[in-house]
């Protein structure tokens, strides 16, 4: 069976949201991935953002056969040890105290803390331009793509939105009325943008000031990509509510609402629930990428790869900037051609994203080398320099 083959079969299959898949892929190990047709590429996306120790690793592996060989899934009727000790992981890496409800995704974690945010008795969600936060009714009320929400209004509603890193904007817009501000640290889907190095902490002094809630969305940010646990570490704010998904279980479905502080008991017993969040397999994957992200140095290879990666792209003349942290890297093209770039890079054998039409995205796997990155860059750059403006 050939990828076209495949292919066919999808599109007669798969329900077309997602439009014609690149490829169709039948294998991956470490930062590779190959096709159906037997053809080899270089994975900048990993899943994206999700496959933060690359396809295959050992430590998931082994986490996961044997928790499954031991105790596979129950209900939340039950509590289990990996479940447990996530959650005190996640809240030492964040660095508080506080509770963590688990779920299956990160549109899943930005659903719970948005009904966290409505037990404060307050309504109003000031929320980002640019913005992503998932596709389920709630989080995409708080997304500000319109195409994305248009067809599916009335969603929920109270949503103020302000201009992405405007501490103005965020000034004037949050009063006694605003029950949380959602922001990205950096946005990701919007391209890897990220804001003033003061937009967190004035976001905090804001809320502070009006008894609102600091919901930070580090769904594609958290758990290393930037070369720290959080990409908001390094702000020194304390949130109120941290949600993550995508990297926390390095391809095993997995998400978190993490609230801080007396954020922790807004949802009480019977306001939320879930049948697979927390399941004890997703659960010992977590700790297993935790583990290995820690052992394996890896935040501080996020640092150093995605700086290369920055400093081996900035200087094309087609590149007219380079931004983003650890190995969440964007790429912005001087043309809108992002999309031509990408097909090119397929072709080539690398795997990397049309973020916007002038927007590249790279968030490859953590465990990726220098020596990777050096001949991704290379290609990339022929890539460039191939295009006809
Ligand atoms: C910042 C952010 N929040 C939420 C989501 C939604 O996560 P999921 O696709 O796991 O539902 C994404 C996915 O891209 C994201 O980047």
Request: glycine share 12%.
């Amino acid at each position: 069976m050939t990828v076209t083959d495949w292919t066919s079969r999808y599109q007669r299959a798969v329900m077309n949201t997602f439009g014609t898949p690149q490829r169709v892929l039948v294998r991956g190990e470490g930062a590779y991935v190959w096709d159906a047709d037997g053809k080899r590429y270089l994975d900048l996306l990993g899943g994206i953002a999700v496959n933060a120790l690359g396809h295959g690793h050992p430590a998931i592996l082994a986490a996961v056969s044997t928790q499954l060989a031991t105790l596979g899934h129950i209900s939340n009727f039950f509590a289990s040890e990996p479940q447990i000790e996530l959650a005190e992981r996640l809240l030492s890496i964040v660095g508080h105290d506080g509770r963590v409800f688990f779920t299956n995704s990160g549109t899943e974690a930005n659903e719970a803390a948005f009904k966290a945010t409505r037990r404060t008795g307050r309504t109003r969600i000031v929320v980002a331009e640019g913005s992503f936060h998932g596709r389920t009714m709630g989080s995409l009320a708080l997304t500000s793509k319109e195409s994305y929400r248009a067809p599916f209004e009335p969603l929920p509603g109270d949503v103020t939105w302000v201009p992405y890193g405007d501490t103005a904007a965020l000034d004037a817009a949050v009063d006694e009325s605003v029950a949380a501000v959602l922001l990205e640290p950096i946005q990701g889907e919007a391209g890897v943008v990220v804001p003033p190095a003061d937009y967190l902490r004035a976001a905090r002094d804001i809320t502070n000031r009006h008894g609102s809630l600091l919901w930070l969305d580090e769904v594609q940010t958290g758990i290393g990509r930037t070369g720290a646990w959080f990409a908001h570490a390094k702000s020194g704010v304390v949130p109120d509510l941290v949600t993550v998904a995508k990297g926390l279980g390095g391809g095993i479905p997995i998400g978190a609402c993490i609230a801080l502080g007396d954020a922790g008991t807004l949802l009480q017993p019977g306001n939320h629930g879930t049948t697979f969040g927390g399941n004890p397999v997703a659960t010992a994957a977590a700790l297993a990428v935790i583990d290995t992200i820690e052992r394996d140095g890896l935040l501080d290879n996020a640092l150093k790869v995605g700086d290369f990666f920055r400093g081996g792209l900035a200087d094309h003349p087609l590149v007219a900037d380079t931004t983003g942290r650890g190995l969440l890297v964007g790429i912005v093209l001087t043309a809108p051609v992002a999309a031509d770039v990408q097909k090119a890079a397929l072709d080539a054998g690398l795997i990397i994203n049309n973020a916007t039409p002038d927007r590249v995205r790279l968030a490859p796997p953590l465990i990726l080398t220098v020596e990777q990155a050096a001949d991704a860059v290379t290609t990339l750059r022929s890539i460039l320099d191939g295009l006809k403006l």
